[in-house]
């Protein structure tokens, strides 16, 4: 007997790794997408809520979406020298196919929750906004979620500063929230999501692909690479991806367990992820920590996902 799809609620700030993180769940028969929420991180929560809509169009994801917040605390770091003025730059993406519906991202999230009839994966591969005001506002539904698997953080060290990543930075108030929620985390933080790398001799496997969805994806990469070039990378870095990557083939990853705690003040490590690698704080463990991936069966996967898209999409 096959397994029942996991039912997913997308949350992000795409971005091309969130773009591509998306085009894997869209493609994998393991994963059934419930919704789709926009938060602010990459770009501005209006140009990352149109990109939102915009790959939906292109991979023709069929669910409610909705626009979310901006950080708790901070203000919004958009950071167009990696992402491009759109958020999204590198290739020709369809105009929207829907609009946001009405209720903000917390309350679609809290009514597709509430009414599916098998508790939730939640994905976040951006800031940790919407999914801390969930719990904020609806507590009595997180018996409700199953996990969290999320890209962010970095128990060896940080991106955006030598202590913190960048999802986790623009609001460490809700990644720490999130942290201490109680619910099962599953983090691709740096440790793991830098050595998925795909590499300049990959984009042409995926190109060659030929359909829409595999051309787009490929200018996605060579657009991204261009800013991770200069910082001496082999490749690009396709975080986001691991996310849901660890859902849909989790024998290519390896896993700690430990206690992560996010610091929320300081001057070096404001958005630090701090993991109780040794056990010494007392704490149980409330994350699965995923620290090594097998490159090249990450590659495949990303290459298998485009060839189901067709031809003409």
């Not at 690698?277 to 495949?300: C, M, Q, Y």
Request: aromatic share 6%; glycine share 8%.
């Amino acid at each position: 007997m096959s397994k029942q799809p996991i039912p997913v609620l997308l949350d992000g700030d795409p971005g091309h790794d969130d773009a591509m993180a998306w085009m894997l769940a869209a493609a994998s028969p393991a994963l059934k997408i419930l919704s789709v929420t926009s938060c602010s991180g990459n770009q501005t929560i209006e140009k990352t809520t149109n990109n939102a809509l915009r790959v939906m169009a292109l991979l023709g994801i069929n669910a409610p979406m909705a626009m979310g917040g901006t950080p708790m605390l901070g203000k919004e770091m958009p950071v167009p020298a990696v992402h491009g003025a759109s958020g999204l730059d590198g290739a020709d993406l369809p105009e929207p196919k829907q609009a946001p519906v009405d209720p903000p991202a917390v309350e679609l999230m809290a009514q597709v929750i509430r009414s599916s009839p098998d508790p939730v994966t939640i994905v976040p591969t951006g800031p940790l906004t919407n999914v801390a005001a969930l719990f904020a506002a609806h507590p009595e539904l997180k018996s409700r979620v199953e996990r969290i698997s999320l890209m962010g953080g970095g128990i060896a060290h940080g991106n955006w500063t030598p202590a913190a990543e960048f999802n986790i930075l623009v609001d460490p108030e809700a990644a720490r929230l999130v942290f201490q929620s109680g619910i099962p985390i599953l983090m691709a933080g740096l440790d793991v999501t830098e050595k998925a790398l795909v590499c300049p001799e990959d984009f042409g496997r995926i190109r060659a692909v030929g359909n829409p969805v595999a051309v787009t994806v490929a200018d996605w990469l060579e657009f991204f690479y261009q800013f991770h070039k200069t910082m001496d990378y082999p490749g690009a870095p396709i975080h986001d991806a691991v996310a849901v990557a660890a859902l849909v083939k989790p024998e290519i990853l390896t896993v700690r367990e430990m206690y992560v705690d996010v610091e929320v003040s300081g001057d070096y490590c404001m958005g630090c992820t701090v993991g109780d690698w040794h056990g010494t704080s007392g704490h149980k463990p409330n994350t699965r920590v995923l620290l090594d991936i097998d490159r090249e069966a990450f590659v495949d996967l990303l290459v298998e996902a485009v060839k189901t898209y067709g031809e003409v999409r």
